[in-house]
């Protein structure tokens, strides 16, 4: 990494962090730890459990995004290895923040130990990339278009105006498909090359990005709905542009950026117990189950790598040598 590129890496995540303490500070700074305790005891049960469902919903999602990668460079890496990865760099990166450098950096740890290039990994990593987008695309342009006064209070701009940019989100999202169809000539840029999934992966990629949103958007409703009738497109539209606010800030997880940007379009709808839970539903709860598997996995590296290295010292090693004793004449 370069001096500058170091600079630039450090200083955002300064930024970021700086950020999301301010953004958390305003957005708590109105509560006593009783007022937030109380507010997350009214959730009901039945509600939790159905956020919770709709977390492992979007984890499963998730591991469709890396798994659209590695079948798109053409490896046959068992599903399972797939999942193991990608729940471990997602569950870390998202609440780490920088999730494309995080998780990029964990994703590589796996994938380089079953056999796969450095250029193999990044693709990977760039594919999830461009799913998040075209989730964030698809979701964010339907609900644009079907509920376009929440979107047009907040970006202040005419409901019609707010349905345009919508349609222009699902027209991106089409191209891109029809990219995959028709631009089938590799792009090389500085010696890397790249080239469009199939259609088939290309509409993967559509379905699982926008699948992941639209359950997230469900697991927020869901802890919204014990103290208020949210509706669905509602929240989608609070997570949605609080998904956008995350890319722009970098803030870690999202930390503050997320709640004061749902806050904001939701009002007193947006209960403080509510966002409590739904952060520590959808990013700490997974981040503790993904750091112990991390470190039982890196062991098991290790371990693998140590065996490794003993059998070739041993295959390395001459065989001992007897010499023949000659039969007297």
């Not at 039945?46 to 999602?61: D, E, G, K, P, V």
């Not at 208020?228 to 497109?233: A, C, K, Q």
């Not at 009002?267 to 990013?283: C, H, K, N, P, T």
């Amino acid at each position: 990494m370069t001096g500058r590129r170091k600079v630039f890496t450090y200083g955002t995540m300064i930024f970021g962090f700086a950020l999301a303490a301010y953004l958390l500070y305003v957005g708590l700074s109105a509560f006593t730890w009783d007022d937030i305790v109380r507010s997350a005891r009214a959730i009901p049960q039945w509600n939790m459990t159905l956020a919770l469902f709709y977390c492992a919903l979007s984890y499963l999602c998730l591991t469709g995004f890396d798994w659209t990668g590695v079948r798109y460079v053409k490896s046959d890496l068992a599903y399972p290895r797939i999942a193991l990865a990608s729940f471990v760099a997602l569950g870390l990166g998202q609440t780490i923040g920088l999730a494309g450098l995080s998780s990029g950096a964990i994703r590589y740890r796996y994938y380089a130990h079953w056999g796969l290039s450095t250029e193999d990994v990044a693709k990977i990593v760039l594919l999830s990339g461009v799913t998040v987008g075209l989730g964030l695309l698809v979701l964010g342009g339907l609900v644009m278009v079907l509920n376009p006064d929440d979107t047009a209070g907040i970006l202040r701009m005419a409901p019609t105006a707010v349905r345009l940019v919508g349609i222009l989100c699902l027209a991106l999202a089409a191209a891109y498909v029809a990219l995959a169809v028709l631009l089938r000539t590799p792009l090389r840029i500085r010696g890397w090359s790249f080239q469009m999934p199939t259609m088939r992966l290309a509409l993967a990629q559509i379905v699982i990005g926008t699948a992941n949103f639209a359950v997230v958007s469900a697991c927020l409703m869901e802890l919204m709905q014990a103290t208020e009738n949210v509706s669905y497109l509602k929240a989608a539209t609070a997570y949605v542009l609080g998904n956008i606010a995350i890319l722009i800030t970098h803030a870690p997880g999202g930390l503050g950026v997320l709640e004061v940007t749902v806050r904001h379009v939701m009002g007193d709808q947006a209960s403080i117990g509510a966002l409590v839970a739904f952060r520590v539903i959808y990013f700490f709860i997974p981040f503790f189950i993904a750091l112990p598997v991390s470190l039982i996995g890196e062991a098991a590296f290790r371990a693998a790598r140590r065996r490794k290295a003993s059998v070739g010292e041993e295959t390395a090693r001459p065989a001992d040598v007897t010499p023949a004793v000659r039969a007297p004449s």
